[in-house]
């Protein structure tokens, strides 16, 4: 079983930064790729990011690429997300996700995830 706690959200005037946390609990964290989404009112889930096992390999979609950006500390058990140049259009809540054990390949798929946060919710003004 795997904990999930993001943390960092918060409230941002648009052009700011934020750097979302996600500290996991449980086996065998650097065995796992890693992925963030979100989810505004109203929509559906959207991927943002996924980090494959040793930061290898990261992937963003084109909604976010060159201004947020995937990490991990195998170490610590965390996976990072800083995001730059916000804009209104990237308020949502924000949900760090782990593939199972040894599944070590990034993916964008959310049913690829067994493990889920709780969510951290960002706000960015206008």
């Known amino acids: 079983q795997v904990q999930l706690v993001e943390s960092g959200g918060g409230l941002v005037q648009t052009g700011g930064s934020l750097r979302l946390s996600c500290a996991a609990s449980?086996?065998?964290?650097?065995?796992?790729?890693m992925g963030w989404f979100r989810q505004a009112p109203g929509k559906e889930r959207e991927f943002v990011a996924t980090i494959n096992w040793n930061g290898g390999t990261t992937d963003y979609p084109d909604s976010v690429k060159g201004r947020f950006t995937i990490s991990r500390d195998n170490a610590k058990n965390t996976v990072y997300l800083q995001m730059n140049s916000l804009n209104p259009e990237d308020t949502a809540v924000y949900y760090c996700?782990?593939?199972?054990?040894?599944?070590?390949?990034?993916?964008?798929?959310?049913?690829?995830?067994?493990?889920w946060g709780q969510g951290t919710q960002v706000t960015v003004s206008s």
């Open positions: 449980g086996r065998a964290f650097s065995s796992r790729a």
């Open positions: 996700a782990a593939r199972s054990q040894f599944e070590r390949s990034a993916t964008s798929r959310p049913e690829s995830y067994d493990y």
